[in-house]
């Protein structure tokens, strides 16, 4: 038995620093719950950027240890204690032996930098952008406790460690999408991710016991450690039936789409925006959703032995990026634009790993976290400044408003468009490449190759529409009517449509009520109840003012003093406490300019943005003349697939460069040429097929009638037969017991205790008459002795005559 210890065979490094890591959040979490809500917030604030910082430090001592050691021995392990012994029966068979044990090896090195260091940036940018939530220590312990579950899934040293942090950070995104709990629709977004992933974590683990039962069964390996997985394959890899690995492949592959959002469990993505901003790109960029990508490049040695497999994971993946891109390109809500954009990347890293690039799927995901964060938070920029509004119609012309903003999030645009020498760029193009040569699936690379183009072109065009929109062009606001609509340039239908999906107004009550108000009155007082000192609530969303409504507007405006909102006014013009000002009171009064955010959430855009910027010359292929530094760092891992460079291979670069100019050169001149003119008319001639796109193909309203329906219908037959038939059993079980019951107590009652009754009362009688016979009279004694006497005697002479008169007649 070993308690912290272990080392492996990279030594030099300490096992407490591998544990403390992960835990160094966890504590963070710990402090938040139990501490942090009665401290002041910059306390709260510099625990929980703190924990991480400190997690990023050690991460990057760790990774530069590794870098020290022989390529094929950078690996390091730090065994906490054993988690799980079962000894086999005569020592042969069931021999399970489970550590709390972690690993750092190239892989996982890379993983826990981009959490760390992302995910750090992230805990800074929140300091501004929560600034005046009132659950603010709450917040950072979601936060916290996410970056600790998070750390230990990648850095698990066996599958049911890793199933911790699996499960973990389901429930932290369950708690941060809904974190804003207040609001309906956000409580049911949390609740929606967290189904959805069950669905995904079933086959997940379905797929670990198959595995397990398997190889312990035939191989007597009962393991889950993926150490002895690779090297029970390496043993027995060609004696393992296909339709094994293919099954447990695809059940693994199935827990992907759950955490990583694809076809068919990628709905939940989509709704996660319900979180505050900052969740959304530690969601998107550095934690959860990549769960999926990492596990399968952590499970390459199951994949590579299952064409099978592989062609479904890459084949998913093609799928789902074009299918996400699509939709892409008809959304209006800025956050939602990046969420089906991470849906789209995501399926690029799969489709990646599906080909067995597995090198080359880890990259995007690398290069993805830096300017996915990097949009993520420039969009929380651009609803910071604009008061909560996420409806690129409504905005336009921020560039001068939004400089820093502006920039960091044009850079990471070109960057995720795949323009060169940015980092997207390396990444994707290195994916497509590999899959356009693979000859690992069933069918030919070059067809996945041609929906991943294809998926690439609407990036550039969805991503350049969203910069346009937002940042270019003529504004679509007014500093006195902020965020109120005007000046949009869409057709009146669509305008229409969007009006119908406004929840309606509710008709006055009539009546009064228990203390003796009209309803009326008690809703107006309802109504304004909830909203803090100036009447708007602390939701990103809810800081809309077309959501809040004109009333509301008016009643807050009410609710002060003219010399109050002047002075708030120019409290939030200055630069000191200019971010501690906004999502409590907010833009959403329409009272000034869209604005740029505080130095916290600048600086973390601007690492982010020059991330994007240079890390994709850690990947430059040998065919540009780089030594593809990334590829050869996981080479101990995941293996290597660079081949022999042909003209074919710059013919296909050549195509995804020309492509990503097309995306970007199309969307500009539609949107920034032409003003949207074409696209305009384009929806209005192709009103159906616009609404299907903009609708997102109604997945969700199928998903509903399909399935949720369905089970809701099913659930109520249930009830009812619950109700109806189990209940009305019981409950008839119990009447007739009781009726059975009444009949005997009336049966007791009127009969058995009537004849004991009975019985009784003739004993009384008789002894009661019997009684006066006991007169003590001599003389009455002997004249009833002489009675008794003669009727004796008069019984024996009947009996005697009647006994001869008998023989007489001879009867």
Same mark, same amino acid.
């Given at each position: 038995m070993t308690f912290l210890g272990g080392v492996g065979t990279g030594g030099g490094i300490a096992p407490a620093i591998l544990w403390a890591i992960p835990l160094l959040p966890v504590a963070g979490f710990l402090f938040q719950v139990f501490v942090g809500r009665r401290l002041p917030k910059p306390i709260v604030s510099l625990v929980s950027c703190g924990v991480v910082l400190a997690s990023a430090l050690l991460s990057w001592k760790v990774f530069l240890h590794l870098r020290t050691l022989p390529e094929h021995h950078r690996i390091v392990e730090a065994s906490l204690a054993p988690w799980i012994e079962v000894p086999g029966v005569g020592g042969e068979f069931l021999r399970v032996f489970v550590d709390h044990k972690l690993v750092v090896d190239p892989l996982s090195a890379v993983m826990i930098l981009v959490v760390t260091n992302i995910g750090f940036l992230i805990h800074l940018y929140s300091t501004g952008y929560m600034a005046e939530e009132r659950r603010y220590a709450r917040y950072f312990a979601y936060l916290n406790l996410f970056t600790g579950f998070m750390l230990i899934l990648v850095m698990a040293s066996n599958l049911l460690l890793m199933f911790v942090g699996w499960e973990g950070v389901g429930l932290c995104s369950y708690l941060l999408i809904g974190f804003w709990f207040e609001k309906a629709e956000n409580a049911a977004a949390g609740m929606k991710a967290f189904l959805v992933n069950r669905v995904g974590d079933f086959a997940f683990t379905v797929g670990v016991l198959t595995l397990f039962v398997y190889l312990g069964t035939t191989f007597g390996t009962w393991t889950v450690d993926f150490g002895e997985l690779r090297a029970a394959f390496a043993a027995h890899g060609k004696e393992l039936p296909g339709i094994l690995t293919a099954g447990v492949g695809i059940l693994l592959?199935?827990?992907?789409?759950?955490?990583?959002?694809?076809?068919?469990?990628?709905?939940?993505?989509?709704?996660?925006m319900a979180g505050p901003t900052p969740v959304s790109a530690l969601i998107h960029a550095a934690t959860m959703v990549t769960a999926g990508v990492y596990m399968i490049a952590r499970m390459n040695f199951l994949y590579a032995l299952s064409p099978t497999a592989m062609t479904v994971v890459a084949t998913v993946g093609a799928l789902t990026a074009l299918f996400a891109g699509t939709i892409g390109i008809a959304q209006n809500d800025i956050k939602k634009v990046l969420a089906y954009s991470t849906v789209s990347q995501l399926g690029f890293m799969f489709m990646g790993v599906g080909v067995g690039a597995f090198a080359a799927g880890i990259f995007h995901l690398f290069t993805h976290a830096f300017f996915k964060a990097c949009l993520f938070l420039g969009s929380g920029s651009v609803i910071h400044g604009m008061g909560g509004e996420q409806d690129i119609r409504r905005m336009g012309g921020l560039k001068s408003k939004m400089p820093w903003t502006f920039a960091t999030f044009a850079a990471a645009t070109l960057a995720i468009a795949g323009i060169p020498p940015l980092a997207g760029f390396f990444s994707k193009d290195e994916i497509l490449w590999q899959t356009f040569r693979t000859q690992k699936l069933l069918f030919p690379g070059w067809i996945l190759w041609g929906v991943g183009a294809l998926a690439a072109l609407c990036t550039a065009f969805y991503m350049t529409r969203l910069v346009i929109k937002t940042f270019l062009g003529r504004p679509q606001w007014t500093p006195a009517t902020a965020f109120s609509g005007g000046g949009v340039d869409l057709p009146e239908w669509m305008e229409e449509d969007e009006e119908e999906k406004k929840p309606k107004p509710k008709p006055p009550r009539t009546g009064t009520g228990p203390d003796g108000l009209p309803l009326w009155m008690e809703e107006e007082e309802t109504a304004g109840s909830p909203a803090p000192a100036h009447g708007l609530p602390q939701d990103e969303s809810l800081l809309d003012l077309r959501k809040i409504g004109p009333d509301a507007h008016a009643a807050h405006g009410a609710g002060h003093a003219p010399d109050a909102h002047a002075a708030a006014e120019e409290a939030h013009d200055a630069p000191a406490g200019h971010g501690a000002d906004h999502a409590g009171h907010g833009h959403g009064h329409g009272h000034g300019e869209p604005h740029e955010c505080p130095w916290s959430m600048r600086l973390a855009l601007v690492v982010l943005a020059a991330c994007s910027v240079v890390v994709g010359f850690l990947g430059v292929p040998p065919a540009l003349g780089g030594h593809d530094l990334f590829g050869h760092w996981l080479e101990p891992v995941v293996g290597s697939v660079h081949g022999e460079h042909t003209a074919t291979e710059y013919v296909v670069m050549g195509i995804s460069l020309l492509l990503a100019l097309a995306g970007i050169g199309a969307a500009w001149r539609i949107y920034y040429l032409r003003h949207g003119v074409p696209a305009r008319d384009f929806a209005e001639s192709h009103r159906d097929l616009y609404e299907l796109v903009r609708d997102k193909y109604r997945v969700d309203e199928a998903y509903d009638r399909l399935v949720v329906q369905p089970l809701l219908r099913l659930e109520e037959? +249930?009830? #009812?037969?619950?109700?109806?038939?189990?209940?009305?059993?019981?409950?008839?079980?119990?009447?007739?017991?009781?009726?059975a019951a009444g009949g005997a107590g009336l049966f007791d009652n009127e009969v058995v205790?009537?004849?004991?009754?009975?019985?009784?009362?003739?004993?009384?009688?008789?002894?009661?008459? +019997?009684? #006066?016979?006991?007169?003590?009279n001599v003389r009455q004694y002997l004249n009833f002795a002489l009675v008794g006497g003669l009727f004796v005697i008069a019984v024996f002479c009947v009996v005697l005559t009647w006994d001869r008169l008998r023989t007489a007649l001879g009867i």
């Open positions: 592959f199935l827990g992907a789409t759950g955490k990583s959002a694809q076809i068919p469990l990628y709905v939940w993505l989509p709704d996660a037959g +249930v009830g #009812r037969f619950d109700n109806e038939v189990v209940d009305g059993l019981v409950n008839g079980t119990a009447r007739g017991g009781a009726r205790d009537a004849a004991v009754n009975a019985a009784a009362e003739v004993t009384q009688e008789a002894g009661r008459r +019997v009684r #006066r016979l006991q007169t003590g």
